[in-house]
């Protein structure tokens, strides 16, 4: 078997065969509308286990030792789902004005609990309980996004409750970002036959192996480059780079360390950053083939990317969607139609500046305490990153629009620098994305690298 035909086993026609043969009953029996169901009884459990996982990592005191709270909020918020998904089956019976805006009216709810929190009763136990939910709710909010969009479309009709519980409750696990978005992209890659199912088990079994393999190449650069103490430099009889990470270098002090290590720190920072998510990534995204949806992988190849936004597309593929559908589009349909170039960067500043931000915003828990010098300095770093980011993204696309055709036409030359010039771009606005340190701090380490003070 060839180095080719080994990366594409799941398209064998003779392991598909051979597949077929082994589990054939298995699969005739795992027909779509069965898994759905089996999937949707399984969110149910998911419903208590995502929120009590969620509440268990709390900063708030009462939350996370009270396992009374914990069932409360997790019902509360099963609560909140079942009137979404009662509200989305009625939509049109809604008054105008929500079903034009049915998301700003579903996130006004969580401003809402917000708001009760920071002024209302100061009763300990319904203070904890409403805190919790507020902790809880940024799991759900984009998901059930999802689903009052299917119905904004219209595509209600044909669902049932099971086939929306198994997004919002992934029993595939996930972060706040919807892994395989709503039921309409579901569905257009659900295998409907035996045949189908096989090859999308087969990829699915392709994408775990590899998340094994990125996982085990994160401890060997953690041990190799970084100096962690792990078995895979413990098997290399102890040696190290020794290289320093971003965040040490960051609570450094200026000067301490030469420009040329943080240089190493921010590019080997970004490699072990991407397998870091392709290792989670493929990890879900087999999981959910394995299931017979055959959707897009959450990372791929985004290192050799040549564009910035074409890394963009290729290195959190779910996250960019859940921008690009919530606030890129939205944007770009209703404003500046008159002026191309004002349209698409009122769209892009939407999405990768304001939609990143208010996603990464609501998950702070400084925000449900009203801790407002806690979450400035959280979120005024981020919105430096998100602001570089945009303004890249912007920049690569209108490059594409003034010179377009394909590029694997060029010198390889050209495409090293194009690439170096991408990983540059995005090793540096990441010092952005790193830990607690102040924005100074972070600032004069960026300077440092480019020769303006010390790092």
């Known amino acids: ?135 809880v709710m940024p799991v759900l909010v984009w998901r059930l996004s999802y689903l009052l969009l299917t119905a904004q479309r219209g595509k209600m009709a044909g669902t049932g409750p099971q086939d929306h519980a198994l997004y919002i409750w992934p029993v595939w696990g996930g972060t706040d970002t919807p892994y395989g978005k709503g039921i309409d992209y579901l569905k257009s890659t659900e295998a409907a036959d035996e045949e189908s199912l096989a090859r999308s088990q087969l990829a699915g079994l392709k994408l775990i192996v590899l998340a094994y393999i990125f996982r085990a190449a994160v401890q060997l650069m953690n041990g190799l480059v970084f100096g962690a103490d792990n078995a895979f430099r413990q098997g290399l009889g102890g040696f190290t780079l020794g290289l320093p990470t971003v965040d040490a270098l960051l609570s450094a002090q200026p000067g301490t360390h030469a420009a040329w290590s943080g240089w190493a720190a921010i590019y080997c920072d970004l490699v072990l950053q991407v397998l870091k998510l392709a290792a989670s990534g493929h990890l879900i995204i087999g999981y959910l083939r394995l299931c017979g949806f055959n959707v897009f992988r959450n990372t791929y190849k985004p290192l050799l990317a040549e564009t910035i936004v074409e890394f963009w597309n290729r290195y959190y593929y779910y996250f960019k969607e859940l921008l690009v559908h919530f606030f890129f589009f939205p944007t770009f349909v209703r404003y500046f139609k008159r002026n191309p170039r004002l349209r698409l960067l009122a769209a892009v500043f939407a999405s990768a500046f304001l939609g990143n931000l208010y996603y990464h915003l609501i998950q702070h828990e400084s925000l449900v305490r009203g801790d407002w010098e806690e979450l400035a300095r959280k979120v005024i770093p981020r919105a430096h990153y998100c602001f570089l980011l945009a303004l890249g993204i912007y920049i690569s696309m209108r490059r594409e629009q003034i010179h377009p055709g394909p590029r694997a036409a060029r010198r390889w030359s050209r495409r090293a620098v194009a690439i170096f010039g991408v990983w540059t771009f995005f090793a540096f606005i990441r010092v952005f994305h790193h830990g607690d340190p102040t924005l100074r701090a972070r600032l004069e380490f960026l300077m440092g690298l480019i020769g303006i003070g010390s790092t």
């Open 1 to 135: 078997m060839t180095w080719e035909q080994l990366r594409h086993f799941h398209r064998d026609p003779r392991v598909i065969a051979l597949w077929l043969s082994c589990f054939a009953p298995l699969l005739r029996w795992f027909k779509p509308g069965r898994r759905r169901l089996l999937l949707g009884l399984g969110a149910l459990a998911f419903a208590v286990r995502r929120p009590v996982g969620r509440l268990q990592g709390s900063e708030i005191s009462g939350i996370a030792a009270d396992h009374a709270t914990m069932l409360v909020v997790a019902a509360l918020m099963f609560a909140f789902a079942a009137c979404c998904y009662f509200v989305a089956t009625r939509f049109g019976s809604l008054p105008a004005h929500v079903r034009r805006h049915p998301l700003i009216f579903l996130h006004a709810v969580f401003w809402a609990l917000l708001v009760v929190l920071w002024t209302g009763p100061t009763h300990p136990t319904l203070m904890t309980v409403l805190a919790g939910c507020a902790i």
